[in-house]
């Protein structure tokens, strides 16, 4: 009898959560993605609201994750792969606070994780990592329309020429 390890969650900001959900729904160990808000102040906000830039919150992806087949340090390395963890406010012509680079963590054990992998990597790139560390306070789910939506419209030419590049990139670098 095998015992079944505890999975564990933790939320990533890196731009367009359409994009991020297309990378992080490939991977082993990836047990449940859930793209949505969080960072910010207003409860339950909407997709249209949180495009104004007013509400404080980023578009995420919420990871249920089996450390034992997919570590945090693991994520986190895709997650720096996928998308620029220096560029404030921005990823490729997604601009605003809710497209900024952010992780939310659970718990205190992530944050150490968090924090020593991103200072760890700091020397991987020329220009200072600006992604925001904080504990998670609340997690809203987005709206059923934008669950899956790479798989269900990869013809459409954000899919295409934004999302695609990403998940190439990626597979390429860890070979799925």
Not at 42 to 49: A, D, G, H, L, R
Not at 51 to 56: F, Q
Not at 104 to 121: M, N, P
Request: hydrophobic letters at 35%.
């Amino acid at each position: 009898m095998t015992m079944a390890s505890k999975s564990e969650r933790i939320i990533f900001g890196g731009g367009c959560f359409w994009c991020t959900e297309a990378v992080f729904s490939m991977f082993k160990g990836v047990l449940k993605t859930t793209p949505g808000y969080a960072g910010g102040t207003k409860p339950n906000p909407t997709y249209e609201e949180v495009c104004t830039g007013t509400t404080g919150h980023a578009e995420v992806l919420e990871i249920e994750y089996d450390p034992g087949i997919a570590p945090l340090e693991k994520l986190l390395d895709i997650f720096i792969t996928m998308h620029d963890p220096t560029s404030m406010n921005r990823q490729g012509a997604d601009v605003g606070s809710q497209y900024r680079s952010i992780v939310l963590y659970t718990d205190e054990k992530q944050k150490g994780i968090v924090k020593g992998f991103l200072s760890a990597h700091q020397k991987d790139f020329s220009n200072p990592i600006v992604t925001e560390i904080r504990k998670l306070d609340a997690f809203y789910p987005a709206e059923d329309y934008h669950k899956r939506y790479y798989d269900k419209n990869r013809l459409n030419p954000y899919c295409m020429l934004v999302i695609g590049p990403k998940i190439a990139k990626v597979r390429k670098k860890f070979g799925v």
